[in-house]
């Protein structure tokens, strides 16, 4: 038997789209005066908004040994002390979910702060 060349396979997930060449460049808008030196601030916001935040879940995270070296031992039996369970397993989360939305709030405000817009109104 010979070799026969076999269609190459295509998978067909919608029209064929014409090609329309390469895109024009778009133009790019004139800075506002001072904007340069808004951008550099709210940068340096939420560089600080971040760091802070870090070192936060750094300090929350680095004190779970601790905490945990502080609860009693469980004795001679090979079991996990229910203690151990509810600082691993549950007394981070809540922190951590704190943590998150006071960052969410503070970027959202620093980038209004920036804009000089006022703060969303919440439901």
Same mark, same amino acid.
């Given at each position: 038997?010979? /070799?026969?060349?076999?269609?190459? $396979?295509?998978?067909?997930? #919608? $029209?064929?789209?014409?090609?329309?060449?390469? +895109? +024009?460049? $778009?133009?790019?808008?004139?800075?506002?005066? *001072?904007?340069?030196?808004?951008?550099?601030?709210?940068?340096?916001?939420?560089?600080?908004? @971040?760091?802070? /935040?870090?070192?936060? !879940?750094? =300090?929350?995270?680095?004190?779970?040994?601790?905490?945990?070296? /502080?609860?009693?031992? +469980? *004795? /001679?039996?090979?079991?996990?002390?229910?203690?151990?369970? !509810?600082?691993? @397993?549950?007394?981070?989360?809540?922190? !951590?979910? =704190?943590? #998150?939305?006071?960052?969410?709030?503070? =970027?959202?405000?620093?980038?209004?702060?920036?804009? @000089? *817009?006022?703060?969303?109104? $919440?439901?």
């Amino acid at each position: 038997m010979g /070799a026969e060349s076999v269609p190459r $396979r295509e998978v067909v997930t #919608g $029209r064929p789209l014409p090609f329309a060449g390469p +895109a +024009a460049p $778009r133009p790019v808008p004139a800075p506002h005066p *001072g904007s340069e030196e808004r951008v550099r601030q709210l940068m340096r916001r939420q560089l600080r908004t @971040g760091l802070l /935040a870090a070192s936060l !879940l750094v =300090a929350l995270l680095g004190l779970l040994p601790v905490l945990l070296r /502080a609860l009693p031992p +469980a *004795g /001679a039996a090979p079991r996990v002390p229910p203690a151990v369970w !509810l600082v691993l @397993g549950v007394a981070p989360y809540p922190a !951590l979910l =704190a943590l #998150g939305a006071w960052y969410v709030r503070r =970027a959202e405000r620093n980038e209004n702060d920036s804009a @000089g *817009g006022a703060p969303p109104e $919440r439901p």
